[in-house]
């Protein structure tokens, strides 16, 4: 006869089960070209990171605004077209190539945005003479705009400079 515990953990996987997540999990992911969603998201980021730099009072709307980025972002390399490094499925050297390009494209991206994104911030601070407060609020949404960059490029880059299977121009 079964025990309390163990219904309680029946009923949970069952519910576990109805969400699909674990389905997600067993089989392979189908690869698609996402390629508005990272525009989306880079953009949601982009102004959040402009809008917290332009008036230091409304850091917290862009930080939001960047948050929704950054959590759109999040979702990307799970549906996007890079294969990942270590999952399951065949990974053949076209794949290894793209997946190479996308990330060399995104470690520029993302170097080029902190060395602007450091110099603008340390400008900005000494002509608007912020406080410290201020100036460790800037950091910290520059790093995860530059988080969001990692998440979102490769998918970005990949989705544009490969075709889909099956489409004919």
């Known amino acids: 006869m079964p025990g309390f515990n163990d219904r309680l953990l029946q009923g949970l996987d069952a519910a576990a089960e109805r969400t699909g997540v674990p389905g997600l999990v067993t089989r392979i992911p189908r ?3 996402l390629r508005w969603l990272p525009v989306v998201a ?3 980021a982009s102004a959040g990171l402009g ?3 332009i ?8 930080y939001a605004l960047l948050l929704a980025g950054f959590a759109l972002s999040v979702i990307l390399p ?3 077209p890079v294969k990942p490094w270590g999952g399951p499925g065949m990974v053949d050297e076209f794949d290894r190539a793209v997946r190479s390009r996308a990330f060399l494209v995104t470690f520029a991206g993302i170097s080029l945005a902190a060395v602007l994104g450091i110099w603008l911030i340390v400008g900005l601070s000494l002509l608007g003479a912020w406080p410290k407060e201020i100036l460790i609020g800037e950091i910290s949404v520059l790093s995860l705009y530059l988080m969001t960059l990692y998440s979102a490029m490769p998918t970005l880059y990949s989705s544009w ?3 889909p299977i099956g489409e004919d121009d």
């Open 161 to 163: 400079t490969t075709r």
């Open 55 to 62: 008036r230091a009072d409304l850091l917290s709307w862009g």
């Open 42 to 44: 880079l953009s949601l």
């Open 51 to 53: 809008l917290g730099l």
């Open 31 to 33: 690869r698609r070209h």
């Open 78 to 80: 799970l549906l996007g």
